[in-house]
């Protein structure tokens, strides 16, 4: 009888793990979380070139792409990625003179966030440099290898979506 052979994975490999994962699942979860850790890198370093953090660059595109101020709420609903501290990035933006507060004058407890020109003008410094960093982490990928990844990843997100409770891992007793 021919003893059974099991294949070591890549992310297996990269992480020094011993036993095969135990699910499939398990193991696409890893290698989309160690995958994204890897390419946020990269985009750390090009935004830090600009004194900027990934969470800041992402609240001024907001900005800009709206064309209008928009409350801080509206701007926390529209990240990437959930930032608990929108108001210390506002501060910090605003501290270097990217964004600019202004009192919402139908309601005086609604504060509104500007884009700055200073803002605007560092946004075009970094948006060539920005393309030609997705075209050198994706670039080697086809069209059809691209779009099927998006298509999956909004797959997976969808159900993420769904899960707004927080998940009881302890059964109950």
Do not use: W
């Amino acid at each position: 009888m021919t003893p059974l052979l099991f294949v070591t994975s890549m992310l297996q490999h990269e992480i020094k793990k011993k036993q095969p994962f135990d699910l499939p699942e398990q193991e696409a979860m890893l290698n989309l979380l160690r995958t994204a850790d890897r390419l946020q890198i990269c985009f750390v370093r090009l935004f830090r070139q600009y004194g900027l953090t990934p969470q800041q660059y992402n609240i001024l595109r907001i900005l800009r792409g709206e064309g209008r101020p928009l409350p801080i709420l509206e701007i926390a609903a529209r990240m990437l990625t959930v930032v608990p501290g929108i108001t210390g990035l506002i501060d910090r933006l605003q501290a270097a003179c990217l964004v600019e507060r202004r009192r919402c004058d139908q309601d005086r407890r609604v504060i509104y966030v500007a884009i700055t020109p200073q803002a605007i003008a560092t946004l075009a410094q970094i948006d060539q440099p920005l393309l030609d960093l997705h075209k050198k982490l994706l670039g080697h990928l086809t069209a059809e290898e691209l779009s099927a990844l998006t298509g999956l990843l909004e797959k997976a997100r969808q159900v993420a979506h769904e899960c707004s409770e927080p998940v009881n891992l302890v059964p109950d007793s």
